[in-house]
């Protein structure tokens, strides 16, 4: 049981208004009842219970949780839709999502065929917490300089990102129904991890960002990536941690949290379920790194502010001196860039 007052970075919850949205569509992504069309696999039949507003809000209670945080599902490809296509989608989405009762709170959701950072600021300006994007538009720099403009807004407004899977590639005609979620998502998110030191982290310096699934388990690449590295120093680092750089813990369990902690310390993991479709699992890190996992490091992920030892969270001031408060959307530009750091292990 997560420790009381915990945040769940990672869920998703078909509202009646997004429901009513793909259910209107005749090609993929669409619903036909409860049944699930994206392209490249197969139908998948969803429970209707696991999109019951007051069932879900009930279950985030039950759990502990003070915010669920929902996403719409890279997955579903609707970002990839024409522009007039993804409109309608993302207006069902947003219009359900903003309407959600407590506990909940959601992350935005924007088209990329024509990106379109005013849609994103007004989203932001409506309560929204940050953008979901899918790890293959962000796979190289070509994507991130399209993506640029929304990613922009962010940094600007020290919003975060959240980068999940996106569309899968089809899978083999005799595949299982697990082949997706482990043999596609698993490399996305690790292309996007390392697109990210890549390209991501030098055209935005300020932007705070989080990988679902633990990036993959990228993180473990290291000692190959210095291997193969060709000297390049920043590949090189030993040690070295991006603090605002996230990886939530969605279908990972001890065995994997244990090696990632070994890696990068416990101060960039957050607590993601993947509610509907997964169901968490205990971290096996103990009270305290659970309290942090469970609360203070979501809290720094969403508003850019670090917990202080007794109380409320406390931002760093550029200049160096004593902590402060730093508003909910408050302008990135008012941090100064933040150095990697020693993980804490």
């Known amino acids: 049981m997560p420790p009381s007052g915990s945040v769940d970075v990672h869920q998703h919850l078909w509202t009646p208004a997004l429901v009513e949205a793909l259910r209107a569509r005749r090609l993929p992504p669409y619903l ?28 985030a209670r039950d759990d502990g949780l003070a915010l669920a945080v929902v996403a719409l599902s890279a997955g579903l490809g609707v970002e990839h839709l024409p522009p007039d296509e993804a409109a309608a989608v993302l207006a069902g989405y947003h219009a359900g999502a903003a309407a959600l009762p407590a506990p909940f709170a959601a992350w935005a959701a924007a088209g990329l065929v024509e990106p379109d950072p005013a849609a994103l600021a007004a989203l932001l300006d409506d309560g929204f917490v940050g953008l979901e994007l899918p790890a293959t538009a962000l796979a190289d720099d070509a994507g991130w300089e399209h993506c640029a403009p929304l990613l922009a807004v962010l940094e600007r407004r020290g919003a975060p990102l959240l980068v999940h899977p996106g569309p899968a590639a089809p899978a083999p005609s005799a595949a299982p129904a697990w082949w997706s979620p482990v043999v596609d998502y698993v490399p996305q998110m690790h292309a996007g991890w390392f697109a990210f030191r890549a390209f991501g982290r030098p055209a935005f310096p300020r932007l705070r960002v989080c990988f679902t699934l633990l990036a993959g388990l ?19 680092e030993r040690g070295r941690v991006d603090p605002d750089a996230f990886l939530d813990t969605s279908s990972y369990g001890p065995r994997a949290l244990d090696a990632v902690v070994r890696v990068l310390g416990v101060d960039v993991l957050v607590h993601g379920s993947d509610r509907p479709w997964a169901v968490p699992q205990g971290t096996g890190l103990g009270d305290a790194a659970d309290a942090v996992v469970h609360r203070d490091n979501p809290l720094r992920l969403l508003h850019g502010v670090r917990p202080a030892a007794h109380g409320g969270p406390v931002g760093r001031p550029p200049d160096g001196g004593p902590a402060q408060a730093v508003p909910v959307g408050a302008p990135a530009a008012s941090a100064a860039p933040v150095p990697l750091q020693e993980g804490r292990r």
């Open 32 to 59: 036909d009842g409860w049944t699930l069309h994206v392209a490249g696999a197969a139908p998948f039949a969803a429970d209707p219970l696991d999109h019951d507003v007051d069932a879900r809000a009930r279950a």
């Open 218 to 236: 990228a993180p473990l690449h290291g000692e190959r990536l210095r291997a193969r590295s060709g000297g390049d120093p920043a590949a090189t």
